[in-house]
């Protein structure tokens, strides 16, 4: 057996279903110690692989949400000013030189740390998910490449920190803009798309292990059948799971008994005003026959 | 060589593994001279990589190559192809067959046909010179045939699809705007400032200690647009494209309007937030009464100030005028109009698709008599020109 499949097992068993070229990415991930980037529609399951990587290697994970705006302070560190305050207020009164003090209020007992520090200072090696990076300014990419090509922080009363143990990192990009060549090229990278109707059944079976193999692929047939139509929010795996669990919740077997009970179940699958207006009674019938 | 590759193949003869490794180094220059991003930092890589999935799984090495080499979608789209190119001894002969092969630079496609030890030599010399390939290959037709568009006069857009992609992107301008515009913004006033004059008044009660901390931030102050669109006849070319920057503008920006006018003004921003686009359709078409008709810019303009000059126009105010300038009503009339208008907003605007065309001059004696009025007399009859517009804007 080859260490390929040897991990995709080990990722099967941490509930995490991948083919095998996505397992074969992820060890190279952590053989070369170099940072993956995934790119896919939202839904496919990229935020997933980052939590389920951190249970097959046991490690904890620690996420960074990128948003517009994001900055040094919530993103690398932050001084703990009012600790700081405070101990200067009670070094008043012993006479160590200004130096000694400075030094003191500055040293690691005031630094607060944020997602990308924590990451690097770890006694084991976490996984950091650096999650919809496309979010965050471009001009805040630079620290990233410091984190991810060095595996270092600078900062500047403190010099530079130097990573103890080098995280798996795994970013994130749906695409709202165009990350910088640079960060790419520090990056491997996977395009994840949507599953093929296989893997969506084994996802759906090892997630919900009660559900009957009719009910599952007449379900995955379904949804897969919705993800070719022109939609404004293709519904995802996420959506594809909270739509059998809601059947399984209501004791429906199979689809084409109760067609009216059906359409109410569809809030779990489509996310606008438009795509339930396009998605009408005989839309729907029409799917449930070719998925029957 | 490293010792763990060197254990795996013991048993293979010592020249057919270098001459693997060799080739292996051959397809990074390969894929280079294709215009993927390969660098220093891959050729370690991939040995490391070569470690584990081993060399003679043609499927693991193709896995393990990918992930290393591609960056974007682009690249993994194409990497099958290339891959098969490279590998598969049948094309071998024939790697100049897809157009992202062709860019290939006749160097690198000897190297890719070579294979063996020597090539490892001819790769690490091939590193100086061949830096400017590796940033031209690749998807060069896509960006010149982008560029292209985006300098093509709207008003030759005669193909069907072309137009209906045209107001595709034009819709897309305008929504990316605001996005740009509040980066442009906050790069400006970067990093946030301590209020000291608050600081010290906060740290009063802690008996001079500045424990609560004041910052001074300040306030983002976006224009707020206010669209006017001309669909006389004489527009017709345009309107249509104007409507959708109009559109994408108003879901962009909360607080924008549009207004279209010709002989009429009509206020069509709740018809242009309508997302259904159907439903947006008929209310337009309702309203549209009259269009492709004559102009009376002066007119129109009048109307705006009576009923909505006072309610949306403030000192925050951009107007943008988008006409032609041929008008049917009296001059006078508009320049009077304008002045009035430019007493509450901050800024007025006109775009003039007609600016673009070689020899044009702005005499229309509407036009003559609005120029003294704007702050902005720009052309907006293709891409590039819209995108100059937001640059434009925020300077004002």
């Known amino acids: 057996m080859t260490e390929i499949s040897q991990f ?152 530079t920190i130097k990573a103890e143990t080098k995280p798996y990192v795994i970013l994130t990009s749906n695409g709202t803009r165009e990350l910088s060549d640079a960060l790419r090229r520090r990056c491997l990278y996977h395009y994840v798309d949507y599953p093929s109707f296989d893997k969506e059944l084994r996802i759906v079976t090892s997630r919900l292990p009660e559900i009957n193999q009719k009910l599952a692929g007449q379900v995955v047939e379904y949804v897969q059948a919705l993800r070719k139509m022109d939609m404004r929010k293709t519904p995802g795996i996420a959506e594809t799971l909270d739509w059998a669990a809601a059947l399984l919740k209501l004791n429906i077997s199979s689809l084409d008994k109760d067609p009216e009970l059906i359409m109410n179940t569809l809030v779990c699958l489509l996310k606008t005003k438009e795509d339930h207006d396009a998605i009408t009674k005989d839309v729907s019938d029409r799917l449930i026959a070719k998925a029957g | ?115 063996g030890g020597d ?47 045209m107001e595709h992107l034009v819709e897309k301008l305008a929504k990316q705007m605001r996005r740009r515009m509040t980066r442009r913004q906050r790069v400006q006033q970067y990093g946030r400032r301590i209020d000291l004059r608050r600081t010290v008044r906060k740290s009063l009660r802690y008996g001079g200690t ?16 206010i669209l006017l669109l001309d669909v006389s006849r004489s527009m017709s070319l345009y309107s249509f494209l104007f409507l959708r920057f109009a559109r994408g503008i108003v879901e962009a920006f909360k607080d924008a309007d549009a207004f279209v006018y010709h002989t009429r003004l009509v206020h069509v921003t709740d018809a242009l937030r309508e997302r259904d686009m159907s439903k947006a359709k008929e209310k337009l078409a309702l309203m549209s009464l009259g269009w492709l008709g004559g102009t009376r810019i002066g007119d129109c303009l009048k109307r705006f100030n009576q009923d909505y000059g006072r309610r949306i126009v403030n000192s925050r105010s951009v107007v943008m005028i988008v006409s032609d300038g041929y008008d049917t009503g009296d001059p006078d009339k508009l320049a009077d109009q304008l002045r009035q208008l430019k007493q509450r907003a901050r800024k007025i605007v006109w775009l003039n698709p007609l600016l673009g065309r070689e020899g044009y001059e702005p005499i229309a004696g509407g036009m003559q008599a609005a120029l003294p009025f704007l702050d902005l007399f720009a052309s907006a009859h ?6 100059k517009l937001e640059t434009d804007l925020m300077k004002l």
């Open chain 2, 1 to 115: 060589m490293s010792a763990g590759l060197q254990q795996e193949y013991a048993e293979l003869p010592d020249t057919l593994s270098v001459s693997l490794l060799g080739r292996l180094i051959g397809f990074l220059r390969f894929m280079r001279g294709n215009g993927y991003q390969v660098g220093i930092q891959e050729d370690h890589d991939v040995i490391r990589m070569a470690e584990f999935t081993g060399l003679l799984d043609r499927r693991r090495v193709r896995w393990g190559l990918r992930a290393l080499l591609c960056s974007n979608c682009d690249d993994w789209q194409h990497f099958d192809e290339l891959f098969d190119a490279y590998w598969k001894p049948l094309n071998r002969t024939q790697e100049q067959r897809s157009s992202h092969s062709e860019k290939m630079d006749s160097k690198n496609g000897l190297a890719g046909q070579q294979g």
């Open chain 1, 8 to 159: 995709q097992i080990r990722l099967a068993e941490a509930g995490y279903v991948a083919e095998n070229d996505l397992a074969a990415t992820l060890l190279l991930l952590s053989k070369l110690e170099r940072p993956l980037l995934l790119e896919g529609d939202a839904g496919v399951g990229k935020t997933e692989i980052a939590k389920t990587l951190a249970k097959v290697f046991e490690c904890p994970l620690i996420r960074l949400q990128c948003y517009e705006g994001l900055d040094v302070n919530s993103a690398v560190y932050e001084w703990n000013y009012q600790h700081q305050l405070l101990a200067i207020k009670m070094q008043e009164a012993d006479g160590k030189s200004a130096v000694s003090k400075e030094q003191h209020i500055f040293s690691e007992q005031y630094l607060l740390k944020r997602p990308l520090l924590q990451a690097i200072t770890m006694d084991k090696s976490p996984v950091l998910l650096i999650d919809e990076v496309d979010r965050a300014d471009e001009e805040f990419e630079a620290h990233f490449l410091e984190v991810l090509s060095d595996f270092q922080i600078s900062i500047p009363e403190l010099g």
């Open chain 2, 119 to 165: 090539q490892v030599a001819e790769a690490d010399h091939a590193e100086e010179g061949d830096d400017s390939d590796a940033g031209d290959g690749g998807s060069k037709g896509g960006a010149s045939a982008q560029e292209a568009k985006a300098r093509t006069d709207f008003r030759m857009l005669v193909d069907e699809s072309q137009m209906r992609e």
């Open chain 2, 210 to 225: 500045p424990l609560d901390l004041a910052f001074r931030q300040r306030k983002q102050q976006l224009p707020r647009l």
């Open chain 2, 382 to 387: 293709n891409l590039e020109s819209l995108l």
